[in-house]
Structures are given as structure tokens and as C-alpha cells.
């Protein structure tokens, strides 16, 4: 993948707009901006964000409560929530809810990149920790049933699933020899030759180790996939791993796809949580967790087969109604395996 511009995900687009012989203007490097067009159709993006969406649209996918609200009203699985702008009247919710069985998830109700979200905090200090974070430079937090299941993110692009990719939390496997501390520094050292970012445990990490009595000096069992946090974002050491479309039945693909158009989204990064995202959705307990408007192509590049750059084309055949012909596929090129990220820091 050639380097056009300083930013990875402008750069996904700009390649595949490239394979496909269509025209590209970059209006402002700095700022990520370019324009991709034919003699028929043009689209603009800056970084990950393309003009194919409605600024309504956005502002109701930014924000979790409306989304929530409307996709409910179209009988959409969604966690039972409520939010709170007074910070004592959650305190006092929550704590009162976990009194019970019940796990749940405290979050802003706007943001991204796992800040501000807390997953199950158990006692009292930890609740009032993850207050304290949600509402830092938010109004209004929300407090929502914590659905046990797979993550995934589901890119739609009018009416049609463009890519599926599962969103799995750091881990690391035991050698019967290192401690978890030693096996985290060693994953590091790979994710870092691949350019990703370390696993990082937080407070609320070590928290959740604790429930499952291992300390980071522990030392797991050879074979043994242990996992380090409950959340799945990569900026903590998340992993991914590519889904065929085809293992998935349309009656989820129509999901989808109907939650997209119920905020009028022609674009969107739907995360949908479930046991098993091939089996229908009404066999399960499941849910769509969160839609953006402006999804990261990343999170389907950094996966189990990162070497092509498929959602991207995908998107752009798409727009422009052009096929990339006889393209060599990399997933076969046994000398494909060098690391393709470096070029895209930005």
C-alpha cells in the first residue's frame, strides 16, 4: 500500500481509490482533507470521516441516549439504560442496582475510545471512580445492563454489510513459566513491531483480574488464554478477527441494516454484541450497543488477515459503482507479511 497522505485512514481510501483508476485531489495533508471523484460522483473525507451523512444523522448517532431511544422504537435489541445529569442521584441508582445479580456499564453518553466507560464496578469506591470518569467533561452519563457476549462492528453502507469484524479484549496465553506482568511486556514488544498500542492495565482492570483471583504476578498454565480486561477497545490492547459476511444470516445483516436507516445513515459502524454473531438474533440475548456516523476503518485492518486493504475498496466500489479487477489477493503472497502500518501514523 502506497503512503499518499500522512494519516492511515484518509490513506485507506486514498489507496482504493487509487486501484480503482479514480481521480483524487488532497485539498489539505494536514488536515487529512481530500476529495475523491469521476466524471460522475465526488465525495470529500477528512481522516475517517466521509460526506455521506446527514448532519442530523451524526449529531443522533454521537449522541447514546437518542440512539438508544430510536432504535428501541423500531424493536431493536438495546441494553435497558438511564441517564443521569446529577452525579449523587447515579451514585444512589447504582448502588442500589447492585444490590442485586445484575452487571452494568457506566459511560458517558457521549465519547469514544473506552474513556470514560466502566464495566461492573462492584463496591463503593469503585462506583464512585467510575462517576468520576464518565462525567469528566460530560453533562450526562448513562448507566446500562452489561450484555455477556462477542463484540463485533458491522460497517453498513446503503443497505449493504461492507465488513464484520469481532473486537476481542487483551490477553495473553501461559507458557507455565511467566507471570502475567512478563507476558504482557512480551505481547507488547509484537504489538509495538506492528504498531499498535500496548496493553494498558487500568485500575478497573486490575479490578476485574481480582474477581478471577490472578495477580499480575501470577503464573498461568501453558496453553491457557487468559483475559485482561472486560472492554475491547485497541487503544488498551484490544485485538480484532475478521468475520465472513457469509457466516452471518441475512436476518442480522437486515438488522443491520434497518438500524442504520432508522438514524438515516447512509454510512455507519454498527457494535452489536451477542453469544455468536452467526446464529439469528432472535435466538439470543443481543444487542446493538452504539452506532457511529464516522466509524474507524482500523478496526477492520488490524485483524486476523491485515495485509489488503478490503473495506476500504469495498466502500469505494460501492460509492462509484466500479469493480477492482484482476487484483492480486496479499492473504496469498507469502512475502506480503512486512509490517504495513508504519507508513500510516497521523
Known amino acids: 500500500m502506497k503512503k499518499l497522505i500522512n494519516n492511515r485512514y484518509a490513506n485507506y481510501y486514498l ?194 483480574l481480582k474477581t478471577k483471583k490472578i495477580k499480575t504476578s501470577t503464573i498461568c498454565p501453558e496453553g491457557e488464554q487468559l483475559t485482561l480486561q472486560l472492554g475491547c477497545d485497541m487503544n488498551i490492547g484490544g485485538e480484532r478477527k475478521r468475520i465472513d459476511r457469509d457466516f452471518v444470516p441475512e436476518i442480522n445483516k437486515d438488522l443491520f441494516i434497518t438500524a442504520a436507516r432508522t438514524l438515516d445513515l447512509r454510512f455507519a459502524g454498527i457494535d452489536y454484541i451477542s453469544p455468536d454473531i452467526t446464529i439469528p438474533y432472535t435466538r439470543v440475548v443481543s444487542a446493538i450497543n452504539e452506532i457511529n456516523s464516522a466509524p474507524h476503518s482500523d478496526v477492520h485492518y488490524r485483524d486476523t488477515y491485515p495485509f489488503d486493504n478490503y473495506a476500504a475498496e469495498r466502500i469505494i466500489e460501492k460509492i462509484f459503482g466500479r469493480d477492482i479487477l484482476n487484483v492480486q489477493n496479499p492473504l496469498l503472497n507469502s512475502e506480503a507479511a512486512v509490517d504495513i502500518y508504519s507508513p500510516f501514523i497521523g
Open 15 to 208: 489507496n482504493a481509490a487509487d486501484k480503482l483508476g479514480l481521480k483524487y485531489k488532497i485539498i489539505n495533508s494536514q488536515a487529512a482533507l481530500a476529495r475523491i471523484y469521476d466524471d460522475d460522483k465526488s465525495i470529500e473525507l477528512s481522516a475517517n470521516v466521509l460526506s455521506l451523512n446527514s448532519q442530523l444523522s451524526a449529531a443522533l448517532a454521537t449522541n447514546k441516549k437518542k440512539t438508544s431511544l430510536l432504535l428501541r422504537d423500531e424493536n431493536i435489541p438495546v441494553p435497558d439504560f438511564k441517564t443521569f445529569r446529577d452525579p449523587k442521584l447515579a451514585e444512589k441508582y447504582l448502588l442500589n442496582k447492585l444490590k442485586g445479580i445484575q452487571t452494568y456499564v457506566v459511560k458517558p453518553l457521549s465519547g469514544s475510545l473506552a474513556i470514560g466507560i466502566t464495566i461492573n464496578p462492584m463496591t463503593y469506591g469503585q462506583v464512585v471512580q467510575a462517576l468520576k470518569e464518565a462525567f469528566e467533561e460530560n453533562s450526562e452519563i448513562i448507566i446500562e445492563k452489561y450484555i455477556p457476549g462477542q463484540h463485533y462492528r458491522i460497517t453498513v453502507l446503503d443497505d449493504e454489510v461492507i465488513a464484520i469484524t469481532q473486537r476481542l479484549p487483551a490477553y495473553v496465553v501461559g507458557d507455565a513459566q511467566k507471570t502475567v506482568e512478563e507476558l504482557i511486556a512480551e505481547k507488547n514488544i509484537k504489538r509495538n513491531i506492528r504498531n499498535l498500542p500496548p496493553i494498558i492495565l487500568r485500575t478497573k482492570d486490575h479490578n476485574y
